[in-house]
């Protein structure tokens, strides 16, 4: 081998030398604008977003889960999400995420703590042979969705019971005069020693006590229940209505 042989052979090497640097150089910038892209994203949604592997360590998260999580964005990194989560709310994720990754199909769900209530959706994210590698984790505060779904609710049940109770005492009010009609009628054409005075006094109270029950559904302003049989609830008439008379 001459020493012009060697020369060449040594300008190849280093040549492919630099070209492997140059390629891992790209790499690198790759990969690092890989990062800040994901880092982007994940900061681009007032949702909380987590970024974990399979095996549940934490790769990336955004402000709005830091903030959440109580922790610094640096402490929280490559921690295994199990470990930064309430055990009962880790034990729930850990379950939805092994279906992710069993299934290849997002999950959503909801659970609460602390008094909130919050949705989840857990997302799969595919290497390039088609496998789930990582998993984004998305939570969002539904609380006060929740509760204006609860009093949308409680306003739809108030309406109905007001339709029923103005059709209810619209019903009862012409056989309940109808009665008392007859009450007063019996009344006059029997003296007060009667036998049946004592009966005709329990219809008079009992027509007065139908009086009063019509005249608090016609006052129903709230929608309060109250237990009834076999673990039903019925309406509060008492508490439901403006009026006690």
């Not at 001459?2 to 150089?25: P, S």
């Not at 790759?30 to 900061?43: H, K, P």
């Not at 379950?95 to 909801?110: L, M, N, S, W």
């Amino acid at each position: 081998m001459t020493l012009k042989t060697d020369r060449n052979t040594l300008k190849r090497k280093i040549k492919e030398l630099e070209q492997a640097l140059d390629q891992c150089r790209q790499s690198q910038k790759s990969a690092g604008e890989a990062e800040e892209t994901a880092r982007a994203l994940l900061n681009a949604t007032l949702e909380s977003a987590i970024l974990i592997n399979r095996k549940g360590s934490i790769l990336a998260v955004n402000e709005a889960a830091v903030c959440s999580l109580g922790k610094l964005n640096a402490n929280i990194i490559r921690m295994n999400i199990e470990d930064v989560l309430p055990r009962d709310i880790a034990i729930q994720i850990k379950q939805k995420v092994d279906a992710v990754i069993r299934t290849g199909d997002p999950i959503r769900f909801e659970n609460a703590r602390d008094g909130l209530s919050y949705t989840n959706t857990v997302y799969p994210i595919y290497d390039r042979s088609g496998n789930v590698e990582k998993l984004a984790i998305y939570t969002m505060d539904i609380t006060e969705q929740k509760q204006a779904e609860k009093e949308r609710l409680k306003k739809e049940k108030l309406l109905g019971v007001l339709e029923m109770a103005g059709a209810a005492c619209h019903e009862l009010n012409q056989p309940l005069q109808i009665v008392s009609g007859y009450y007063e009628l019996f009344l006059n054409e029997i003296p007060e020693d009667h036998p049946l005075i004592e009966n005709l006094n329990i219809i008079r109270d009992q027509i007065e006590r139908m009086a009063r029950i019509t005249k608090k559904i016609m006052k129903i302003t709230k929608y309060r229940t109250k237990p009834y049989i076999k673990g039903s609830m019925i309406i509060d008439i008492d508490k439901s209505s403006d009026t006690h008379a």
